[in-house]
């Protein structure tokens, strides 16, 4: 008994019970890494954003954008969204892990406070389309709202800054 207490008081006094123990024992396994949130959805898809009616200064032709994206997992703690052409030079989003409800958070061209970092050559103008929002996973991609912006370039500052609900959708190729 008085040799088991010296082993317990000398190993309080010598920084804690780590390690200290009155029998040997086996070696602890290493730990489990985590599996990536985004194992799921990495590949190629089609994103479509809808820009909202509010944003009137739109013309028709140009409220519905589709582009060919690649999402990546880098091993970040989100997962950027990238162009597969190159025309559209740094535009794209990122996709954040889904919070408890198993919504993902979905950025467009949103970078810098203000967002509309990018724009989008669309023949003789260019187009700013950002926002900022949540998606439903599903068995073909995710789908979701995202708040933000759409402009032309000679509609500086936005005619639907901040008040904009873009629909998007991101489709799975298939291959």
Same mark, same amino acid.
Request: aromatic share 10%; hydrophobic share 30%.
């Given at each position: 008994?008085?040799?088991?207490?010296?082993?317990?008081?000398?190993?309080?006094?010598?920084?804690?019970?780590?390690?200290?123990?009155?029998?040997?024992?086996?070696?602890?396994?290493?730990?489990?890494?985590?599996?990536?949130?985004? #194992?799921?959805?990495?590949?190629?898809?089609?994103?479509?954003?809808?820009?909202?009616?509010?944003?009137?200064?739109? +013309?028709?032709?140009?409220?519905? /954008?589709?582009?060919?994206?690649?999402?990546?997992?880098?091993?970040?703690?989100?997962?950027?969204?990238?162009? #597969?052409?190159?025309?559209?030079?740094?535009?794209?989003?990122?996709?954040?892990?889904?919070?408890?409800?198993? /919504?993902?958070?979905?950025?467009?061209?949103?970078?810098?406070?203000?967002?509309?970092?990018?724009?989008? +050559?669309?023949?003789?103008?260019?187009?700013?389309?950002?926002?900022?929002?949540?998606?439903?996973?599903? #068995?073909?991609?995710?789908?979701?709202?995202?708040?933000?912006?759409?402009?032309?370039?000679?509609?500086? +500052? +936005?005619?639907?800054?901040?008040?904009?609900?873009?629909?998007? #959708?991101?489709?799975?190729?298939?291959?």
């Amino acid at each position: 008994m008085q040799r088991y207490l010296s082993t317990v008081v000398y190993c309080l006094l010598s920084g804690g019970l780590v390690g200290c123990t009155a029998s040997p024992s086996a070696p602890s396994p290493p730990p489990l890494s985590a599996a990536s949130p985004f #194992a799921s959805i990495v590949g190629d898809y089609t994103l479509t954003i809808e820009i909202d009616e509010s944003c009137r200064s739109i +013309p028709q032709l140009l409220r519905t /954008r589709s582009y060919d994206v690649v999402l990546e997992d880098k091993g970040w703690h989100f997962m950027p969204i990238r162009t #597969a052409d190159e025309r559209f030079g740094h535009l794209g989003g990122e996709i954040w892990p889904p919070g408890p409800d198993s /919504r993902y958070r979905f950025e467009w061209n949103n970078f810098d406070i203000g967002g509309c970092d990018y724009p989008e +050559p669309t023949g003789s103008t260019q187009l700013y389309v950002c926002g900022d929002g949540f998606g439903i996973p599903s #068995a073909s991609g995710i789908s979701g709202v995202i708040d933000g912006n759409a402009f032309l370039d000679t509609s500086r +500052p +936005p005619s639907c800054g901040g008040v904009a609900s873009h629909r998007f #959708a991101l489709v799975r190729k298939t291959r």
